[in-house]
C-alpha cells in the first residue's frame, strides 16, 4: 500500500505492477509449511500480530465495538462527507444491524491511553477492519455488500469455498502510515488462515457521487482489473454505474492510479480482482467499487511478506 516508485509509471509497467506474476494456489506453500497451516478459530480478544506499541487483534466486548463506532464516525462523518441521521448525529457512532455478529479487527495504541468512562486508562483505538464470515451472514440475512453487488451468484457458483466480507475500513488520521495499514493486513492474514478462507470481498470507496469526475479511475479499474469471468460479479442493476466510461488509450494511466484511494492501490497489489459496475452511495458520498480477493490468487510477495503462518509481526 505504499506509494510507486518513481520510473514505473508506463501504462505497461502500471498494470504490471497491478498484475499478480505468481500465484501461491491451494497447495503453496513458505518453507514446508501450507497455506492452511493454523487450524485454530482467532478467539475474541486475541493478539494476532504487535509492531512497538501498535497491536493488532480482535474486539474483546461490545465496549470495544462502540469504540470502533465512534473511530468511523469521526473519519466517514466528521472528516469524509457521510450524511448523519439523527441517531447517528446523537450517539456520534457509525452503526448497522450488521456490526451486532461481525468480528471487529482492531489497531490499538498502548502508547496513547484515553480514560474510560469508570476513569481507568485504556490504549486508544486507532485502526479497525469490520469481517463478516459467510456461515454467519447466511444466519443473519446475508452480506452487506449484497446491497450493492450480486454476489450471491458468485457464492452460488462455488459452493465448496469460504467467503469473508471486509468492510468499514478506518484509520485515525496521525496513523494512516506504513506500519498501522502493515498491523491490519497481518491481522486480516491471520483471520483468513485460521477460518480457513478461500475468498475475500468487499465495497471499496471512492470519494465523489459524480461518475463522470471519476471517469479515469473508474475506466482504469474497467480496463486493468476487471476480474476474469469467473470471479465478475456485477453490480445491483437499479443501482449499475458503467465504469467503462473511457477507452484505454484515453486513459492517462498515471494520474489516474495516483487518484485512487490507497485502500484501492493497495487491494490491487495484493491481486485483487474489481466486479463490474460501480455503485453510488449518496449516504457516505463516495462511489463503490467491488473488490474480490480469492485466497488462491493472492500476490506471493503479500503470502512471503507476512508469512503462510501469518508469523511476520506474531507477539
Not at 69 to 94: G, K, N, P, W
Not at 115 to 127: A, D, F, T
Not at 213 to 232: D, I, K, M, T, Y
Not at 282 to 295: A, R, W, Y
Request: hydrophobic share 40%.
Amino acid at each position: 500500500m505504499s506509494i510507486m516508485r518513481q520510473g514505473l509509471f508506463s501504462p505497461r509497467n502500471l498494470v504490471r505492477r497491478f498484475t499478480p506474476v505468481m500465484r501461491p494456489g491451494a497447495a503453496m506453500t513458505n518453507g514446508a509449511r501450507p497455506i492452511h497451516a493454523i487450524h485454530t478459530p482467532v478467539k475474541t480478544g486475541e493478539t494476532l500480530g504487535r509492531i512497538g506499541a501498535l497491536e493488532v487483534r480482535m474486539a474483546r466486548n461490545f465496549k470495544e465495538v462502540k469504540k470502533a463506532q465512534r473511530l468511523r464516525y469521526d473519519v466517514f462523518y466528521e472528516e469524509m462527507s457521510a450524511v448523519a441521521d439523527a441517531h447517528t448525529l446523537a450517539t456520534r457512532r457509525d452503526a448497522d444491524p450488521f456490526d451486532a455478529y461481525c468480528d471487529h479487527l482492531l489497531v490499538v495504541d498502548h502508547a496513547s491511553m484515553k480514560r474510560n468512562k469508570l476513569g481507568r486508562l485504556k490504549p486508544e483505538i486507532v485502526g479497525t477492519y469490520r469481517i463478516l464470515r459467510q456461515e454467519i451472514a447466511d444466519r443473519h440475512g446475508g452480506f452487506y455488500t449484497a446491497g450493492e453487488f450480486d454476489i450471491q451468484a458468485l457464492i452460488d457458483a462455488n459452493p465448496g469455498k469460504r467467503f469473508m466480507e471486509l468492510g468499514r475500513s478506518c484509520v485515525l488520521k496521525p496513523y494512516r502510515n506504513k506500519k498501522t495499514v502493515e498491523l491490519l493486513w497481518h491481522g486480516i492474514w491471520a483471520y483468513v488462515l485460521r477460518h480457513k478462507i478461500d475468498v475475500m470481498l468487499g465495497c471499496a470507496s471512492i470519494e465523489g457521487t459524480n461518475p463522470d469526475a471519476l471517469a479515469g479511475q473508474l475506466s482504469f479499474l474497467h480496463h486493468n482489473a476487471r476480474a476474469p469471468e469467473e470471479w465478475r460479479v456485477r453490480a445491483v442493476e437499479s443501482r449499475y454505474v458503467e465504469m467503462n466510461r473511457l477507452p484505454a488509450d484515453a486513459i492517462n494511466a498515471k494520474e489516474a492510479l495516483r487518484a485512487l484511494p490507497p485502500l484501492v492501490k493497495g487491494y490491487l497489489r495484493l491481486g485483487a480482482f474489481i466486479g463490474d459496475g460501480a455503485v453510488v452511495d449518496h449516504q457516505f458520498g463516495t462511489t463503490d467499487v467491488l473488490i474480490i480477493m480469492p485466497v488462491s490468487e493472492l500476490n506471493t510477495r503479500y503470502v512471503n511478506y507476512y508469512g503462510a503462518d501469518a508469523g511476520r509481526y506474531s507477539s
